[in-house]
C-alpha cells in the first residue's frame, strides 16, 4: 500500500510536467541498463550499491533526554527500542574491486597506476514502527534511513541524473561523456548545467576518490538529501560511530578486491557491541534555503547545521553469520528505498522524487527476475 506524498512548502518544482518525463524516462533506462548489466543467466543486483559488505541485526533507541523539540515521527517516545537490520555497501552501479589502482590512460592507452575511492554506503532498516507510512515494505511498516559516506550526493538532480544516465546505458557504463562540456563548447547544456557538472566532477575527484576507508563499520554516514520533519521542519541525518574502529585505512597494494567485506566480517566476530551516535539536522520554515530552494533541491548542496544526537544504533557481536550464504541470500532480498517512510519524515527535493519511481522498478524488476 502506498500513502500519496503531500506537496510542501519546502520543494519548489519549476516545471512539474517535464520532471514527471524525465524521471518516467530515468526509471526506464534504469531497467535497460539492469539488463545490460546482468543478462541471463546472471541475478539481476540493485540498480545502485549492488555490492554488499554484509548485513548485521541492530537496534536502534530513542535518546531518553532527546529534546521536546525533536520529538517528531519515529523519535516522538523517548527510550524506544526498535529492531533493525543494516546493510553496508558500495555506491558504485557495478560490482567491482573496493578500490580502483590502476586503469587505461586515454591519452596514450597505457595502463597507470591510481588510488581511487568509492562512495560508501549504510542503510537502515527499522522494523515495525507503527504509524501512517509512504510505502509499506511487502506489508511492514519500516522506515529505511540510506546513506553514504559525503554529506553531499555528487549528482544534484533530476536532470543531471538523467543526463548520466543516458551516457551509461549509451557508453557501456562509462560516464567520461558526461563531463565532456566542460572542455567542449555544447549549445545545449546551459552556464548553470556546467556549474552543476563542475561540482559533481569536484565531489568525486576531491570527496569520494580521495576519502579513505578501511573498514565500512568505523565511519560516519549521512543522508546527503532532505527530508520532512513533522509538518513545518525539514531533515538530514547522519549515522556516526561512537568509538574508532580498525583497520582505519585500506590495506597496502594489492588490496583484496573484497577487503570491506573482510574487515566487516572480521570485525563482527569479534565482541561487544558496536555503536553509532544516529544525528539530525534540522531545519525550520524560517530558515534560508536559498533561490528556487536550492539546499532542498540540489542534492550537491551543503548544509552547516549543527548534528543533533536523536539515538543510538547498537550492533551485538559476535554475529558470525553475518558472512554465511544465509545472511548473503537474505540481505541481497532486502529492499531499501527512502520511501519506505512514516508520512512524517517524507523525502523531499528532486533526487529523492527521482529516487521514488526509480528504486520501486529496480526492485520489482530484481524481484521478476528471480521468479522466472
Known amino acids: 500500500m502506498t500513502t500519496p506524498a503531500s506537496r510542501c512548502p519546502f520543494e519548489h518544482i519549476q516545471n512539474p510536467d517535464l520532471e514527471a518525463e524525465q524521471i518516467a524516462e530515468t526509471t526506464e533506462i534504469t531497467v535497460k541498463l539492469l539488463d545490460k548489466r546482468y543478462p541471463p543467466p546472471k541475478q539481476i543486483l540493485r540498480g545502485v550499491h549492488p555490492k554488499s559488505h554484509g548485513c548485521v541485526k541492530a537496534t536502534f533507541t530513542i535518546n531518553c533526554d532527546i529534546p521536546p523539540d525533536l520529538q517528531v515521527g519515529l523519535f516522538a517516545e523517548p527510550g524506544k527500542q526498535f529492531d533493525a537490520v543494516i546493510r553496508f555497501s558500495n555506491a558504485s552501479a557495478l560490482v567491482e574491486p573496493d578500490t580502483t589502482e590502476t586503469e587505461i590512460d586515454p591519452r596514450t592507452n597505457e595502463v597507470v597506476e591510481v588510488d581511487k575511492q568509492g562512495s560508501r554506503g549504510m542503510a537502515i532498516k527499522v522494523l515495525n514502527v507503527g504509524g501512517e507510512v509512504l510505502t509499506d ?28 544516465d543516458r551516457v551509461l546505458l549509451q557508453d557501456n557504463d562509462v560516464a567520461d561523456r558526461f563531463f565532456l562540456p566542460l572542455l567542449i563548447p555544447d549549445s545545449s547544456v546551459s552556464d548553470e548545467q556546467k556549474q552543476r557538472i563542475a561540482k559533481t566532477l569536484n565531489i568525486i575527484k576531491d570527496d569520494i576518490q580521495k576519502t579513505d576507508v578501511g573498514n565500512p563499520l568505523g565511519i560516519q554516514y549521512f543522508s546527503a538529501a532532505p527530508f520532512l520533519f513533522g509538518t513545518n521542519k525539514v531533515m538530514k541525518f547522519s549515522a556516526k560511530p561512537c568509538a574508532e574502529v580498525p583497520p582505519t585505512q585500506s590495506p597496502p597494494r594489492p588490496r583484496p578486491d573484497n577487503y570491506l567485506r573482510d574487515a566487516l566480517t572480521g570485525t563482527m ?33 551543503k548544509w552547516e547545521d549543527e548534528f543533533i544526537s536523536v539515538a543510538k544504533i547498537t550492533i551485538p557481536r559476535p554475529q558470525p553469520e553475518v558472512d554465511s550464504e544465509e545472511n548473503k541470500v537474505h540481505c541481497e532480498k532486502l529492499a531499501f528505498t527512502p520511501w519506505h517512510s512514516l508520512v512524517e519524515h517524507q523525502p523531499i527535493g528532486s533526487i529523492n522524487r527521482l529516487r521514488k519511481d526509480v528504486y520501486e522498478a529496480s526492485a520489482k524488476h530484481r524481484e521478476a527476475s528471480v521468479s522466472k
Open 269 to 301: 566476530n569479534e565482541k561487544d557491541p558496536l555503536h553509532f551516535d544516529f544525528m539530525l539536522q534540522v531545519r525550520s520554515e524560517s530558515c534560508d534555503f536559498g533561490p528556487d530552494n536550492e539546499f532542498i533541491e540540489n542534492a550537491s548542496s
Open 137 to 164: 515494505d511487502n506489508g511492514a511498516h519500516n522506515q529505511d534511513f540510506l546513506m553514504i559516506n559525503q554529506q553531499m550526493f555528487a549528482f544534484a538532480n533530476t536532470e543531471d541524473y538523467l543526463r548520466l
